[in-house]
């Protein structure tokens, strides 16, 4: 769970209405007549790279806004870390254009 609820705090009508926001957005989709749902292709790929993001572009630029030191990065870098960069540095320049970041 990403939200700060404990557990007794999320109650079968967080669930449903979770689910319910879910489906709407062809996340998941029910099987069948029954209660279980199953997730959809498309929709692991949207979460999949909504957390890409966020935990490897999104995270490190708001660290960098707050002051905090960043990490001296991969000593071998492989392609797919060049990519990552490249995303927090557009990232970046998004931001600025914004005036989102110090």
């Known amino acids: 769970m990403l939200s700060n609820q404990s557990e007794a705090e999320y109650g079968p009508r967080r669930a449903a209405y979770d689910l319910k926001k879910l489906r709407g957005k062809k996340v998941v989709r029910r099987i069948g007549q029954t209660r279980r749902y199953e997730s959809l292709p498309q929709g692991l790929r ?13 995270k490190p630029l708001l660290a960098g806004a707050q002051g905090l030191q960043r990490s001296r990065g991969a000593q071998n870098p492989s392609a797919i870390d ?4 490249a995303i927090r540095t557009a990232m970046r320049g998004v931001f600025q254009e914004l005036g989102l970041a110090a």
């Open 46 to 58: 949207a979460m999949t790279a909504l957390m890409v993001l966020r935990n490897k572009a999104i």
């Open 82 to 85: 060049t990519h990552y960069d």
